[in-house]
């Protein structure tokens, strides 16, 4: 019974030190990994750096063909859900806006029809702001496009509805659940002209289709009832543009 005791006495010590020691050994490396994980986060400085001169080098001759400085004072983008296309308007100080270029839309999930609530994989659409830049996104580069602006809280407090979704990007890649996927290198022009003429000078209008050509939507009784009122404030919204070519 006394060599049990010594045993005891002599053993446990050994091994609550050297499980403090192991335990403060993983704590370190863990917090190691962590630290490593925050070094490699890049801010939008560094994507600036290692993406704006070939980003640029794309955009510039677009803006010099229609007399637009680079960057542009404001700007437009127009995304059309069915043409799977995304265009860019931009003026200079004291300028009209010109049409400048237009991107093809890789991929974008669901269908016609305003966004409703988180999980519908529905692209909204209406008229949002840019809301900030993502340096380190899953998808190479990104915005996010401010959804749900305040049409659609308003809308959805009348309608009871809750949980609208969100977090709604522009970004890189070719797949999306409720996205605008652009592949990289658009990604890439899109966040460096985003970043180069400040996001609070962007606005981004998201249609169903091109009601400059004519198109209509069918409203059918999937969609709410202020639809038919959502596109015309967009169809108003697409007629000040100037000529898409």
């Given at each position: 019974?006394?060599?049990?005791?010594?045993?005891?006495?002599?053993?446990?010590?050994?091994?609550?030190?050297?499980?403090?020691?192991?335990?403060?050994?993983?704590?370190?490396?863990?917090?190691?990994?962590?630290?490593?994980?925050?070094?490699?986060?890049?801010?939008?400085?560094?994507?600036?750096?290692?993406?704006?001169?070939?980003?640029?080098?794309r955009l510039k001759p677009f803006f010099d063909a229609k007399?637009?400085?680079?960057?542009?004072?404001?700007?437009?983008?127009?995304?059309?859900?069915?043409?799977?296309?995304?265009?860019?308007?931009?003026?200079?100080?004291?300028?009209?806006?010109?049409?400048?270029?237009?991107?093809?839309?890789?991929?974008?999930?669901?269908?016609?029809?305003?966004?409703?609530?988180?999980?519908?994989?529905?692209?909204?659409?209406?008229?949002?702001?840019?809301?900030?830049?993502?340096?380190?996104?899953?998808?190479?580069?990104?915005?996010?496009?401010?959804?749900?602006?305040?049409?659609?809280?308003?809308?959805?407090?009348?309608?009871?509805?809750?949980?609208?979704?969100?977090?709604?990007?522009?970004?890189?890649?070719?797949?999306?659940?409720?996205?605008?996927?652009?592949?990289?290198?658009?990604?890439?022009?899109?966040?460096?002209?985003?970043?180069?003429?400040?996001?609070?000078?962007?606005?981004?209008?998201?249609?169903?289709?091109?009601?400059?050509?004519?198109?209509?939507?069918?409203?059918?009784?999937?969609?709410?009832?202020?639809?038919?009122?959502?596109?015309?404030t967009i169809k108003a919204k697409l007629a000040e543009l100037?000529?898409?070519?």
């Open positions: 019974m006394k060599k049990l005791l010594l045993i005891v006495i002599i053993v446990f010590p050994a091994v609550t030190l050297a499980l403090w020691v192991y335990g403060g050994f993983s704590m370190a490396h863990k917090k190691s990994d962590a630290s490593a994980e925050a070094k490699d986060e890049k801010t939008v400085a560094d994507r600036l750096q290692e993406y704006g001169p070939a980003a640029r080098a007399n637009v400085p680079y960057p542009p004072a404001r700007l437009t983008l127009v995304g059309l859900k069915q043409e799977r296309t995304l265009e860019i308007y931009a003026a200079g100080t004291n300028q009209n806006l010109q049409f400048i270029r237009a991107y093809p839309i890789l991929a974008a999930s669901g269908g016609p029809g305003p966004k409703l609530k988180e999980g519908d994989h529905q692209v909204p659409e209406g008229i949002y702001p840019i809301e900030w830049l993502n340096p380190n996104s899953l998808y190479h580069l990104s915005f996010r496009i401010g959804y749900p602006n305040e049409f659609d809280r308003e809308q959805a407090k009348l309608e009871n509805r809750t949980n609208l979704g969100g977090d709604i990007m522009l970004h890189g890649g070719s797949g999306s659940v409720g996205c605008l996927a652009m592949g990289d290198p658009a990604a890439e022009d899109f966040f460096v002209l985003a970043a180069d003429t400040g996001i609070s000078n962007i606005t981004m209008i998201i249609s169903p289709v091109d009601f400059r050509r004519g198109k209509m939507v069918a409203i059918t009784d999937k969609f709410p009832k202020w639809s038919d009122g959502l596109y015309q100037p000529p898409n070519k």
